[in-house]
């Protein structure tokens, strides 16, 4: 059974950080490019950052551009996303997606159930 586990989230003052994991299993991890995606309230989902399978591209929302960093960790079965500088409309539940580039896993796609981030003072 596949999983995506997103946990980090919390309530964050405005300017601060945090970090966002999302841990896979019951997948081949390196075959799968992951992406977080987040939606604020009354909002349609929306991407926010993107990693290749092999992390040799990445991908980010002008919105989020020099704030956030998305990485991987092929070892660990898990990707993150590093947020600095928060800003209150960054305020969103976030989510994790796994897509499937290559073999038989191209085209299967799996969503965590998300977190979420609050930034307020």
């Known amino acids: 059974q596949v999983q995506l586990v997103e946990s980090g989230g919390g309530l964050v003052q405005p300017g601060g950080s945090l970090r966002l994991s999302c841990a896979a299993s019951?997948?081949?991890?390196?075959?799968?490019?992951i992406s977080w995606y987040r939606q604020a309230p009354g909002k349609e989902r929306e991407l926010v950052a993107s990693i290749s399978r092999l992390s040799e591209d990445t991908g980010y929302a002008d919105s989020v551009k020099g704030r956030f960093t998305i990485s991987r960790d092929s070892a660990k079965n898990t990707a993150y996303l590093q947020m600095n500088n928060l800003k209150p409309e960054d305020t969103a539940v976030y989510y994790c997606?796994?897509?499937?580039?290559?073999?038989?896993?191209?085209?299967?796609?799996?969503w965590g159930k998300g977190t979420l981030v609050t930034v307020s003072s």
């Open positions: 997606k796994a897509l499937g580039v290559i073999g038989r896993d191209y085209g299967m796609t799996y």
């Open positions: 019951g997948l081949a991890f390196s075959r799968y490019d």
